[in-house]
């Protein structure tokens, strides 16, 4: 292998922490991932990784290598892409993550007319209920909805997600309907919180003023998972509060009801995150922009 592929080797060795996983998201065998490593190493005449049959990570020099490594390729892939023309065909491929709710109801309907628009690219879209290391996992770039941590990320806002309150007509015919916050006291609440175990927040609305608010709230089911949250609501189990936009048919088709419409949940932002490069590849900007478009017509 040449040098510089040598060193994206190395890199996504380093940042995955496993040869196999580095291999699979090269695709590459794993003893060619293994050979340029060494090669690299004895070019270096130093030991970038320490490899144990249960881990491998990075040595004080392999540390230093890392961080200079990643320098150097970024500022590679922006001269390589200088001076290529904006009419030039994409190619490669592009590593993305954002919400089940997301990917289903807004992006995967409308992928084919990006693939078309653009055959030589492929995609890789992740779907999970947690939040990925968006470095050490590969990503081109991530959606995000919810409150933002502190991060090295670049954000880019794309709007807000506006959320309700809503139940099933069983659960109402048999609780009876929510008129006033005090009416919560006799209702079950659906939980839902990132990591189980975790404290539940409650019933949240946010007032004329733009206050938060919570209502503590029983209820006898906690779930991680957007799927099973909407899934129990629809069973019967409790009010749910979410993203209208991924109810709305549910809504439409008469199986979920709007409840308490003066005490709405907080609307949620939604965020593209990129890594902070000077320069980011045509095909990822591409991405990013057609994404914008999907979810401008989504979060309307």
Request: aromatic share 6%; with cysteine.
């Amino acid at each position: 292998m040449e040098h510089l592929d040598s060193m994206r080797v190395f890199v996504r060795v380093a940042e995955l922490a496993s040869f196999t996983q580095a291999a699979d998201s090269l695709g590459l065998p794993k003893a060619s991932v293994s050979s340029a490593v060494q090669q690299l190493e004895a070019r270096l005449g130093a030991r970038l990784l320490q490899r144990t049959t249960r881990r491998v990570q990075l040595s004080d020099d392999g540390r230093l290598y890392y961080e200079r490594c990643r320098d150097l390729l970024a500022d590679m892939d922006e001269l390589n892409s200088l001076f290529c023309r904006d009419d030039a065909p994409l190619s490669g491929r592009v590593r993305v993550d954002m919400p089940v709710g997301v990917a289903r109801h807004a992006v995967l309907p409308r992928l084919p007319e990006f693939l078309a628009r653009h055959p030589g690219l492929s995609v890789e879209l992740s779907s999970v209920d947690r939040r990925v290391d968006v470095l050490r996992e590969g990503f081109d770039c991530v959606l995000r909805v919810g409150a933002l941590h502190d991060s090295t990320l670049v954000a880019r806002r794309l709007g807000v997600l506006r959320q309700i309150n809503c139940a099933s007509p069983d659960y109402l015919a048999r609780h009876g309907q929510p008129e006033t916050l005090a009416d919560l006291a006799r209702h079950q609440l659906v939980h839902y919180t990132p990591g189980l175990g975790g404290k539940p927040a409650g019933f949240e609305y946010q007032d004329a003023d733009g206050a938060l608010h919570t209502v503590a709230m029983a209820g006898a089911l906690t779930v991680n998972a957007t799927d099973a949250y909407t899934a129990a609501c629809l069973a019967g189990l409790g009010l749910i509060q979410v993203p209208l936009a991924g109810v709305r048919g549910h809504l439409l088709r008469g199986e979920l009801v709007q409840v308490l419409p003066d005490f709405p949940p907080p609307a949620l932002p939604v965020h593209l995150l990129y890594p902070n490069r000077r320069h980011l590849p045509r095909r990822v900007r591409a991405w990013m922009d057609w994404l914008a478009e999907v979810m401008a017509d989504y979060l309307a």
